[in-house]
T-cell receptor, first 113, second 114 residues
């Protein structure tokens, strides 16, 4: 069965610092992978997605993620965070022949001024 | 496009009452998903529809929960009778080609059962 693990419940970084949020997945074949962001009181917004091809994926708001098959990982990165990036981030995995997407528990990002 | 529209945004009801949550997906999207979000359990998929047909309702917690999609532009999630443990944020999402190209989420309905 598919599963997604986000090992960090909370992450705190200083504004302007770099960011990496971890995501590990479990799936037998090549998965579809996603990162979503949720601001307080809002729904989830798609940041980026990976289906195939180049393993480094660019998304909105300056985020990128790298698919590493050997590590079953899809970590999210940003070179310099802004106070507005404070939110909860969800990694998700889907299967090619399935409509469902399974979400991780989320990582809440806090930004220090 | 107005996006996925959910109503109401907030609902406070007494235990035992019937609650109906509503969702209008993005026009042209043929898949619709209902999720529940709580602090303890995170995001849980309750049920999803393809072309108005329920495909997987294995996430519906109990018979008190039911969902319908009478047409391509409307879906409801009903809880009858409601219980305090149903308090959560309920999200609706839609997608154009099944779920695997990413969903568009609504803003959610925050349900409080007292």
């Amino acid at each position: 069965a598919q599963s997604v693990t986000q090992p960090d419940i909370h992450i705190t970084v200083s504004e302007g610092a770099s960011l990496e949020l971890r995501c590990n997945y479990s799936y037998g074949a090549t998965p579809y992978l996603f990162w979503y962001v949720q601001s307080p009181g809002q729904g989830l917004q798609l940041l980026l997605k990976y289906f195939s091809g180049d393993t480094l994926v660019q998304g909105i708001k300056g985020f990128e993620a790298e698919f590493k098959r050997s590590q079953s990982s899809f970590n999210l990165r940003k070179p310099s965070v802004h106070w507005s990036d404070a939110a909860e981030y969800f990694c998700a995995v889907g299967a090619r022949r399935d409509d469902k997407i399974i979400f991780g528990k989320g990582t809440r990002l806090h930004i220090l001024p | 496009d107005a996006g996925v529209i959910q109503s109401p945004r907030h609902e406070v009801t007494e235990m035992g009452q019937e609650v109906t949550l509503r969702c209008k997906p993005i026009s042209g999207h043929n898949s619709l998903f209902w999720y529940r979000q709580t602090m303890m359990r995170g995001l849980e998929l309750l049920i999803y529809f393809n072309n108005n047909v329920p495909i997987d309702d294995s996430g519906m917690p109990e018979d008190r929960f039911s969902a319908k999609m009478p047409n391509a532009s409307f879906s409801t999630l009903k809880i009858q009778p409601s219980e305090p443990r149903d308090s959560a944020v309920y999200f609706c999402a839609s997608s154009a080609t099944g779920g695997t190209y990413g969903y568009t989420f609504g803003s959610g309905t925050r349900l409080t059962v007292v």
